[in-house]
T-cell receptor
Framework: AQSVTQPDIHITVSEGASLELRCNYS??????LFWYVQSPGQGLQLLLK??????LVQGIKGFEAEFKRSQSSFNLRKPSVHWSDAAEYFC???????????FGGGTRLMVKP | DAGVIQSPRHEVTEMGQEVTLRCKPI?????LFWYRQTMMRGLELLIY????????DSGMPEDRFSAKMPNASFSTLKIQPSEPRDSAVYFC??????????????FGPGTRLTVT
């Protein structure tokens, strides 16, 4: 069965600092991987996805993620965090291109001024 | 497009009552998903439809839960009878398996259900 682990429940960074959110997955075949962001009281918004090809994928809002098969990881990065990035971030894996998503537990990001 | 529309946004009901949550997917999307989000269990997929047909309902917690999709623009999730442990935020999402947005799920704002 597929699973996703986000080791950090909470992360606090200063505005302007760099950010890396960790995601590890477990899946037998080539995974389809996603990062979503959820602002308080809202639904989830897709930041980026990886299906195949270049292992470094660019997303919206200046985010990027790198797929590392050897480490079963798909970490999310941003070079300079803005206060508006404060939200909860979810990593997800799918067995077939977006159906049957399995989500990690989420990482709540706080941004200090 | 207005995005995925869910109603109501908030629902407070008493234990034992029937609850119906509604969802209108994005026009042209052929997949529809229902999720539940709780602090204890996180985000869980309950059921999903393809072209109005239920494909996998293995996440539906028990027989008190049922979901229908009578046409491409409307779906319901019903809980009868409701229990306090059903309190959660329920999300609907839709996606299309064609084009450049292949596999991307678009989420509605959710319905916050409180069962007292």
């Amino acid at each position: 069965a597929q699973s996703v682990t986000q080791p950090d429940i909470h992360i606090t960074v200063s505005e302007g600092a760099s950010l890396e959110l960790r995601c590890n997955y477990s899946y037998g075949a080539t995974p389809y991987l996603f990062w979503y962001v959820q602002s308080p009281g809202q639904g989830l918004q897709l930041l980026l996805k990886y299906f195949s090809g270049d292992t470094l994928v660019q997303g919206i809002k200046g985010f990027e993620a790198e797929f590392k098969r050897s480490q079963s990881s798909f970490n999310l990065r941003k070079p300079s965090v803005h206060w508006s990035d404060a939200a909860e971030y979810f990593c997800a894996v799918s067995n077939n291109a977006g159906n049957m998503l399995t989500f990690g537990g989420g990482t709540r990001l706080m941004v200090k001024p | 497009d207005a995005g995925v529309i869910q109603s109501p946004r908030h629902e407070v009901t008493e234990m034992g009552q029937e609850v119906t949550l509604r969802c209108k997917p994005i026009s042209g999307h052929d997949y529809l998903f229902w999720y539940r989000q709780t602090m204890m269990r996180g985000l869980e997929l309950l059921i999903y439809f393809n072209n109005n047909v239920p494909i996998d309902d293995s996440g539906m917690p028990e027989d008190r839960f049922s979901a229908k999709m009578p046409n491409a623009s409307f779906s319901t999730l019903k809980i009868q009878p409701s229990e306090p442990r059903d309190s959660a935020v329920y999300f609907c999402a839709s996606s299309s398996q064609g084009g450049s947005h292949y596999g991307e799920q678009y989420f509605g704002p959710g319905t916050r259900l409180t069962v007292t």
